[in-house]
Antibody, heavy 119, light 107 residues
Framework: EVQLVESGGGLVQPGGSLRLSCRGS????????IDWVRQAPGKGLEWVGR??????????EYAASVKGRFILSRDVSNDSVFLQMNSLKTEDTAVYFC??????????WGQGTLVAVSS | DIQMTQSPSSLSASVGDRVTITCRAS??????LGWYQQKPGKAPKRLIY???SLQSGVPSRFSGSGSGTEFTLTISSLQPEDFATYFC?????????FGGGTKVEIK
């Protein structure tokens, strides 16, 4: 069974940092792109970034709203993707989901982890 | 960025009704579009990929159509478990962009 599990969310002050983790199981993790998508309270979905697969050298893409502040990386030995979030702003408050891509769009999603940025 | 305009933003319907939701892209995206269902407090679930392919395990009452700039999601006979919010997502170009969502409520 395909599973993705996020962790690392929590409360952080503006300007602070947080690292989210997404661990996959039930599939060959290195074969797949992994997307991060966030949802602010009561709002719609916003794509945050993408970690491509091994064949594409785990290259990355970011939304303009997070570029230069957020960094994606992979731990290939533990089938995990990390989202390092720096210089956090109140508008980054959201539930963060990771999702596996199939046919270049997310098919399986994790349950999400809440990030709250507040003083 | 490609803007995805989804309509309506909400609708009220009865069990058994046929429901249609539309997404319009600000530029052509071929068939690089997916449809998702989200229930409160849950992760989105993919229903349709590449505009018209049914995700495995999704009931056949869901269907998608369109290409280029106009896409539709149709639920042929609404069931109680279908009351949820629906989103489209374009993956033709970065950044990936979602429609604003359609909340389907009980009439």
């Amino acid at each position: 069974e395909v599973q993705l599990v996020e962790s690392g969310g929590g409360l952080v002050q503006p300007g602070g940092s947080l690292r989210l983790s997404c661990r996959g199981s039930g599939f060959t993790f290195s074969d797949h792109y992994i997307d991060w998508v966030r949802q602010a309270p009561g709002k719609g979905l916003e794509w945050v970034g993408r970690s491509r697969n091994k064949a594409n050298r785990y290259s990355t893409e970011y939304a303009a709203s997070v570029k230069g502040r957020f960094i994606l990386s992979r731990d290939v030995s533990n089938d995990s993707v990390f989202l390092q979030m720096n210089s956090l702003k109140t508008e980054d408050t959201a539930v963060y989901f990771c999702a596996r891509d199939l046919q270049e769009s997310p098919d399986h999603w994790g349950q999400g982890t809440l990030v709250a940025v507040s003083s | 960025d490609i803007q995805m305009t989804q309509s309506p933003s909400s609708l009220s319907a009865s069990v058994g009704d046929r429901v249609t939701i539309t997404c319009r892209a600000s530029q052509g995206i071929r068939n690089d579009l997916g449809w998702y269902q989200q229930k409160p407090g849950k992760a989105p679930k993919r229903l349709i990929y590449v505009a018209s392919s049914l995700q495995s395990g999704v009931p056949s009452r869901f269907s998608g159509s369109g290409s280029g700039t106009e896409f539709t999601l149709t639920i042929s006979s609404l069931q109680p478990e279908d009351f949820a919010t629906y989103f489209c997502l374009q993956h033709n170009n970065y950044p990936l962009t979602f429609g604003g969502g359609t909340k389907v409520e009980i009439k």
